[in-house]
């Protein structure tokens, strides 16, 4: 099992930018699918973005595109989800998940369930 590690959460107003980072021990990410998720109280870790093994094809939710930007470095074993014009409703807790389910897919996972590995998490706090 891949070991996933996440930072770079913090307090951001609200208009700023955030950088995540994911980095794996244990195993490399190799040729598996990769996700952010955010979780906030009471409610369930949802899927913010996805990227397939080679970044042929992302998947974003609707209240991020044009916002949010997945990407992945293979070589670094890393995951990124760069956060720009960040809004209060981004305040939770981000979540790098792997789905090894989809090694060499050329399609994103959408799923919460299609992914098997995960990370500890990184407090984000956006304040209006």
């Known amino acids: 099992q891949v070991t996933l590690i996440e930072s770079g959460g913090g307090l951001v107003s609200a208009g700023g930018s955030l950088t995540l980072s994911c980095a794996a021990s244990?195993?490399?990410?190799?040729?598996?699918?990769m996700g952010w998720f955010r979780k906030t109280p009471g409610k369930e870790r949802n899927l913010v973005a996805s990227?397939?093994?080679?970044?042929?094809?992302?998947y974003y939710e609707d209240t991020v595109k044009g916002r949010f930007t997945i990407s992945r470095d293979n070589a670094k074993n890393t995951v990124s989800l760069q956060m720009d014009n960040l809004k209060s409703e981004d305040t939770g807790t981000y979540y790098c998940?792997?789905?090894?389910?989809?090694?060499?897919?050329?399609?994103?996972?959408?799923?919460?369930?299609?992914?098997?590995?995960w990370g500890q998490g990184t407090q984000v706090a956006v304040s209006s």
């Open positions: 998940a792997a789905a090894s389910s989809y090694r060499g897919s050329y399609i994103a996972p959408t799923q919460a369930y299609e992914f098997d590995s």
């Open positions: 244990g195993q490399t990410f190799g040729n598996y699918a």
């Open positions: 990227i397939t093994w080679s970044s042929q094809a992302t």
